[in-house]
């Protein structure tokens, strides 16, 4: 690849830029945590996101931090795959991580329209093409390059996190008792479908540890700096996701308004119309870091792939003055465009799914890795010996598992979404026999001689 211009690294994201896209590839704050309440009650929400991070982001951080040490390579993910299980698996994993990532930009237009209805509710009947504004806007945004990338969203995260300081400022000045004593176990009779869903949001919004790691050739000084930023950006969402769920429990909102207004109705019932209005304005700047850092991260897969030979060769181009892969960031556009009409909770489901079974090949490429090359340089390694890493890819699949079983444990109105997700994991091995390459390019790169053949 070649890189941009830079004096001293000047060219690169640095720690505290590549933190607020770390953030927002995961996060974009607690906007679009807001239904836990309702499917699981206060008590249970708060020890999902507490547990939940253990099983399921924390195994994934360990993984991410020694495989993009080893590879830092654009591409991250897949190329992980791809060297440790071969082509073939490799594509498997470019292609689940396009199709959970064009559901998951889908969302955040849908969201930035809620939180702008709080101003103007007649907006809803606008939201197509306010939503096609959004996603060409970051398009834009990124086809300048990667700086103005890192820039808007350090500027963007400000935004996010300033409103939520200030609810929870006001919300002790107003003599709410931060206590847990006060928070509620009651479940409403919690059924294992509605748990599902309940974990299914809280896992949702603890994805894409994996994502920063696509550009890390452009990221200044890379195993430094993903260290201190992905360390930082997990406290930061972590106590972020507490403290706000805490706040709706204590304060006794109605947990359905909350779902369906958003953390507005918190600001609204806290401080007022002024709070609801900072809030709002907060899950605006979110929608907007999330897709423009999203598209950033997605964009650089596909560029990957296309070296492979595993895709179209205009997706390899790069612009010659902003050094971003144009073609691949214009495509990814396109394609989120036509994916602005499915409801949140459907959206949901497809995107952990997908999500789920990419990650699982990559905890698989950690464990062969360590036992087919042993001695490569790893300047972090994940404490555990293969036994152990066997053991830690079991909690996030467990996490899987356990949502995807509840989903599926009686006929809901998430039945659908669920047998499409499954539908969409099983597109890969038809999608590898239409795509894979015909000749030996692909085969070269993927420094494996066995990896041209299907099976």
Known sequence: MTKPPSFNGRGFLRPLQLTAVIF??????????????????????????????????????????????????????????????????????????????????AIYPVLFIQYLSFFYPEVIQYKIPICLVIIWVSAAMNLLGILPVGRSSLLLGIGVLVPFAILFGVAINKGFSFSLSGVSMQTNGLGFTVFGMGLYTVMWNFLGWDNASSFVEEVHRPVRSYLISIIAAFVLILSMYFLSIWTGTITGIDAGVLKAQGFPSLGLQVGGWWLGAVLSFGGMASALGLFISILLAISRVPKAMADDGLLSPALSKIHPKHNVPHISIIICALVVSGMIFWEFGDLLIIDVTLYGAALFLEFVALIVLRITKPDAERPFRVPLNVAGLVAMTVLPVVCLVVALAAALSEVSIYTNATMFAIAAVATAPLAWLLLKPKSGKALLNSGDENDSTPG
């Open 24 to 105: 927002f590839t995961v996060s974009g704050g607690p906007y679009g945590l807001e239904p836990v309440l309702q499917y699981v009650g206060g008590g249970m929400a708060l020890m999902l996101i507490i547990v939940t991070p253990i099983l399921w982001s924390i195994p994934v951080i360990f993984m991410v931090l020694e495989l993009n040490g080893m590879m830092p390579i654009n591409g991250g993910y897949y190329q992980w795959v791809k060297t440790g299980l071969g082509l073939k698996w490799g594509f498997f994993e470019g292609w689940w991580s396009w199709l959970f990532t064009f559901t998951d930009l």
